[in-house]
Nanobody
């Protein structure tokens, strides 16, 4: 199993920045990629960004392109999500997730992910 621990959430005004961290432990060698997904009240969980451990390929939702940056530190088994120019519509619980990889490799789908963190709240006020 892979255990994931998020940190870095909080409250910020529109236009501000936050950085989320996700530390992975356990069977980390089985992880092919890490993703960030979010869920706002009354809405479905949606993809935000993902990164492959090998190669560092990154994937972003259109709604966050140019504002959010996902990065990784392989030595620390840690993934980061730098969020800039935050908007009220970014308010959600943000989840870190690990994918063991699949033939489709569709990191945009929540179904691709095998392990999940507990989530961290991000609140953006206008």
């Amino acid at each position: 199993q892979v255990q994931l621990a998020e940190s870095g959430g909080g409250s910020v005004q529109a236009g501000g920045s936050l950085r989320l961290s996700c530390a992975a432990s356990g069977r980390t060698f089985s992880s092919a990629a890490m993703g960030w997904l979010r869920q706002a009240p009354g809405k479905e969980r949606e993809f935000v960004a993902a990164i492959r451990w090998r190669g560092g390929n990154t994937y972003y939702a259109d709604s966050v392109k140019g504002r959010f940056t996902i990065s990784k530190d392989n030595a620390k088994n840690t993934v980061y999500l730098q969020m800039n120019s935050l908007k009220p519509e970014d308010t959600a619980v943000y989840y870190c997730a690990s994918s063991e990889g699949s033939p489709s490799g569709n990191y945009y789908s929540h179904m691709e992910y095998n392990y999940w963190g507990q989530g961290t709240q991000v609140t953006v006020s206008s």
